[in-house]
């Protein structure tokens, strides 16, 4: 079955840029939207937007200013970058895959585990 | 942003008990309204999607149901498997989380 898997550095520094990537296993990412949600802490999870395996893209415009989404078909996978980070931006982070009903009401339907992310000097 | 305030933040139950954990929205949401089931260090599992809708495979103990703008989900008979934290989630604008429900036993 489909299963993602996410990836990248643990500890990232301040005022640089966190970068992961979500591989998709199992299956296509094309014709999918994906997205990408974190849960700092002792706080509820956030949710950073969603992109669709064209490219094109939603963002939360609590992040926009800071985050960029891209996919790369041929590999399977899709990324996030969020940049100038603080401590604040320190979480768990998930990929996600979103099921986009035409009635409306889109979720995520598949999950992967999670990735700490740590934001220290 | 609209705002989801879920309740109880946590409760302890034992197995065979009927469990109801309640979603409240600060505007309306239509029925844009999802539940998740998190345990420590596995992926975070659709149970609910559309308010009310049961998704494949889940058990039907799970059920949700939605009042204005008020969501519940029940849990009908508590299963040692079902000990987890449950989150409520919208996407009718601005996706956005309810801070959650950690479900443990009594």
């Known amino acids: 079955q489909v299963q993602l898997q996410e990836s990248g550095p643990g500890l990232v520094k301040p005022s640089e840029t966190l970068s992961l990537t979500c591989t998709v296993s199992g299956g296509s990412i094309s014709s999918n939207y994906w997205s990408w949600v974190r849960q700092p802490p002792g706080k509820r999870q956030e949710w950073f937007g969603y992109i669709y395996s064209s490219g094109s893209t939603n963002y939360n415009p609590s992040f926009k200013s800071r985050v960029t989404m891209s996919v790369d078909t041929s590999k399977n996978q899709f990324s996030l970058k969020l940049s100038s980070v603080t401590a604040a931006d320190t979480a768990v982070y998930y990929c996600?895959?979103?099921?986009?009903?035409?009635?409306?009401?889109?979720?995520?339907?598949?999950w992967g585990r999670g990735t700490l992310v740590t934001v220290s000097s | 942003d609209i705002q989801m305030t879920q309740s109880p933040s946590s409760l302890s139950a034992s197995v065979g008990d009927r469990v109801t954990i309640t979603c409240r929205a600060s505007q309306s949401i239509s029925n844009y309204l999802n539940w998740y089931q998190h345990k420590p260090g596995k992926a975070p599992k659709l149970l609910i999607y559309a308010a009310s809708s049961l998704q494949s495979g889940v058990p039907s103990r799970f059920s949700g149901s939605a009042s204005g703008t008020d969501f519940t989900l029940t849990i009908s008979s508590l299963q040692p498997e079902d000990f987890a934290t449950y989150y409520c989630q919208q996407s009718y604008s601005t996706w956005t989380f309810g801070q959650g429900t950690k479900v443990d036993i009594k």
């Open positions: 996600a895959r979103v099921w986009a009903p035409r009635s409306g009401g889109w979720y995520f339907d598949l």
